[in-house]
């Protein structure tokens, strides 16, 4: 069975920095997986924020190029989110997907809340 585990949010002024972290319980290897991050303000649609494939290839929303940075470390079945130069639209619930291959389940996380505010 599949647990995904999100931590890392808060309150944070705009311009500031986060890390998000995700851990994942999946079996076999977690290197076969590939990670998502999705994001949901109130009122508006998931969005999909950011993705990194099992050979490390990463993708991102327009709206998160050149501030969030997706990693992962295999060896400890985790991802990190790294959010620099937050602004206020920023704001949303986290939300951490894993995915074994093309045709697997998509695993979530239960999710963590980001407030980007002065």
């Known amino acids: 069975q599949v647990q995904v585990v999100e931590s890392g949010g808060g309150l944070v002024q705009p311009g500031g920095s986060l890390r998000l972290s995700c851990v994942a319980s999946v079996p076999g290897k977690f290197d076969f997986y590939s990670v998502a991050w999705y994001r949901q303000a109130p009122g508006k649609q998931r969005e999909l924020v950011a993705h990194i494939t099992p050979s490390r290839i990463t993708d991102y929303a327009d709206s998160v190029q050149d501030r969030f940075t997706l990693s992962r470390d295999d060896a400890n079945n985790a991802a990190y989110l790294q959010m620099d130069n937050l602004k206020p639209g920023d704001t949303a619930t986290y939300f951490c997907?894993?995915?074994?291959?093309?045709?697997?389940?998509?695993?979530w996380g239960q999710g963590t809340r980001v407030t980007v505010s002065a």
């Open positions: 997907t894993v995915k074994a291959g093309q045709a697997g389940e998509r695993h």
